[in-house]
């Protein structure tokens, strides 16, 4: 299959790619802490972001900088402590199919094959089960795993599982993908692959994505924008636009524009665990 | 890279060294054309695995032989040493017995009444313990106000619930069936509600983005992650079904197998006690294989898992 066929296989199901007006995310003063009193735990603290339409954000960070905390606030999965998130305008109350998840690994049913993990949305939502099949056929095809429609996830690796995840989160046609380091379990070669493979699907969707990752170069290669975490309490210290073209390519990576977005990234970064690191000896 | 790597990534996952077991591949190919998965050829793979199987079967046979020549040399030479056999029927007496009743229908109705007893109970039991156990699992409230009942009443024998079960309910049969349901009901319940514990929170988080909520949670996520321990829980549940219908039985009732082996004992009819009791033991391991045999379709998705 190329990108023709996938075209073609959008026009035979709609309109999958979302109005450009869809999939807005204003994130309002939000703080997340968990626990309480002196064991409380502020994970994401007064963060205020706005995230337009079809743009692909990746939050950078170490970990328990509170990228995921940030994210699952979005997904509703987190309830914010104070403030609040707006989808489109709507206040974020709890989880929903607008907003399609991909996890970081293990979270396909493992007593659903493939099919009908990825038809388990618009299952959810109603359609029937002949529906169901024929959009997780298409998605499947996206993805590029239509042989694998009657496996179960223990039988495929990583990196296809991970793949299900990406199509069974796209069937919903969600406005906005959140994507939490889906491709951390994964190695080197095949995560490249993963890379250019979302960002392939993407294009075609237009979907805004919020990308949580701490690994600057998949930030850098995926993202128009990197916001760069700090951690304990958490928060967005820098908001650094990636100047590189698309579609992206592999070898962009030693161009001047990938390499001075990462060395910004890298001092806001290296200035972070400087101070963290300050704090603890004091 | 080409696009079409890109796109279908399987042409690249081959090209960055197979992170896949070739077998995998190539039986989903084969299978492409129908649009279904094909199993693999089992013949070759069954005659093998048949061999360590007949081999088990034949020193199960001959362990059960060796029981049966000690049991009847015990009875023949009224062996009594701590145990007194001289009182015991040999295997041969038993063997007659055996053939006797298996003939009569009134043993038919004994053994019928029993099972249907115990059928009854098991049902009531599962379609009680698997929600009740579940719902402990998952709901806090839920769990804080079941638990101090299942701690208190689980450890009552069966036996010691037949009074009361007498002055419960309306009829024998009744009191009867609610002592075995009981017996069931406990394990059931225990284990359905650690299986529900377990429930993975990323699957059930999975589910809820993908519009799930409530009774979909319940039915897509919770129930199939604790349905391998519900069905350890099913399994030891009619086990302890036959024990406790026994005890109902010995106490009241006009049929059943353990007012069979209990009326044997008061006639006299010491053959008979022993067929009662074997049959209770052969109906019992039938039973409980029943149930195995019954979840194993619905538990296939683990074979697939290495």
């Known amino acids: 299959m190329n990108v023709a066929t996938t075209h073609t296989l959008f026009r035979q199901h709609g309109t999958p790619r979302r109005s450009t007006e869809e999939g807005r995310i204003d994130i309002e003063d939000v703080s997340v802490v968990f626990g309480s009193g002196p064991a409380a735990h502020t994970a994401v603290e007064r963060t205020s972001l706005a995230i337009p339409p079809g743009e692909f954000v990746c939050l950078l960070g170490p970990s328990g900088c509170g990228k995921s905390s940030l994210l699952n606030a979005i997904a509703g999965h987190v309830r914010p402590t104070t403030g609040a998130v707006r989808v489109d305008g709507v206040a974020v109350t709890g989880p929903g199919s607008d907003r399609g998840m991909v996890f970081q690994q293990y979270s396909l049913l493992p007593w659903k094959t493939i099919r009908e993990n990825v038809a388990l949305g618009p299952r959810l939502a109603g359609k029937s089960r002949g529906e169901a099949d024929a959009t997780a056929g298409t998605f499947l095809n996206i993805v590029g795993l239509s042989l ?9 690796s990583g990196g296809m599982q991970q793949r299900v995840g990406i199509a069974r989160a796209l069937a919903n046609y969600p406005s906005v993908l959140l994507m939490d380091e889906p491709f951390g379990a994964l190695d080197a070669q095949t995560r490249l692959v993963m890379q250019e493979n979302l960002l392939a699907i993407w294009k075609e969707f237009g979907t805004t994505v919020v990308f949580v990752t701490h690994d600057v170069d998949e930030a850098i290669f995926l993202a128009d924008r990197v916001l760069v975490m700090s951690a304990a309490p958490g928060r967005v210290i820098s908001d650094i636009r990636v100047p590189l073209p698309r579609p992206r390519r592999p070898e962009m990576a030693t161009e001047p524009g990938f390499v001075e977005t990462k060395r910004q990234c890298l001092a806001v970064i290296r200035e972070q665990s400087l101070r963290a690191f300050e704090n603890q000896e004091r | ?68 020549v000690f049991w009847q040399i015990a009875t023949e030479r009224d062996l009594q040493y701590i145990v007194n056999f001289s009182n015991v029927p040999g295997p041969l007496e038993v063997y007659e017995a055996f053939l006797a009743n298996i003939t009569d229908p009134v043993f038919h109705t004994h053994l019928l009444v029993s099972v249907k007893r115990v059928a009854l109970s098991f049902a009531l039991a599962t379609a009680v313990g698997v929600p009740v156990g579940l719902l402990m699992g998952r709901l806090r409230l839920f769990r804080a106000m079941a638990m101090p009942y299942v701690e208190i009443l689980r450890p009552i024998p069966a036996v010691a619930w037949i009074p009361l079960a007498i002055l419960m309910w309306p009829t024998e049969e009744s009191s009867i069936v609610y002592i075995t349901f009981l017996g069931a009901v406990f394990p059931i319940v225990l284990n359905a509600m650690h299986g529900a514990e377990q429930t993975p929170e990323v699957l059930v988080r999975a589910v809820r ?34 024990f406790s219908l026994l005890a109902g039985e010995i106490i009241s009732g006009q049929y059943g197998i353990g007012y069979f082996t209990w ?11 022993v067929v009662g009791m074997l049959m209770i033991g052969l109906l019992g391991s039938l039973s409980t294989n029943l149930v195995h045999r019954a979840m194993r379709p619905l538990l296939r998705w683990r074979e697939k898992a290495r």
């Not at chain 2, 995998?24 to 069954?46: E, N």
């Not at chain 2, 604790?226 to 030891?236: E, H, M, N, Q, R």
């Not at chain 2, 009326?263 to 006690?273: F, K, L, Q």
């Open chain 2, 263 to 273: 009326d044997a004992y008061s006639m006299v009819r010491t053959p008979d006690i």
């Open chain 2, 209 to 242: 983005s993908l519009g799930g909520s409530g009774l979909s949670i319940f039915w897509h996520v919770v129930l199939p992650a604790a349905l391998p321990s519900i069905a350890a829980g099913l399994a030891i549940g009619m086990g302890v079904a036959w």
């Open chain 1, 148 to 156: 694998y429609a009657n496996r179960y996830p223990a039988e495929l």
């Open chain 2, 1 to 68: 890279m080409t696009l079409a790597a890109i796109i279908r990534p399987e042409a690249a996952d081959t090209e960055a060294g197979s992170e896949e077991p070739a077998d995998t591949r190539t039986t989903a190919q084969a299978g492409a054309g129908s649009g279904q998965v094909m199993p693999a050829p089992k013949s070759r793979q069954s005659i093998a695995s048949m061999l360590p199987r007949l081999r088990d079967a034949a020193i199960a046979g001959l362990a059960l032989l060796l029981g049966v």
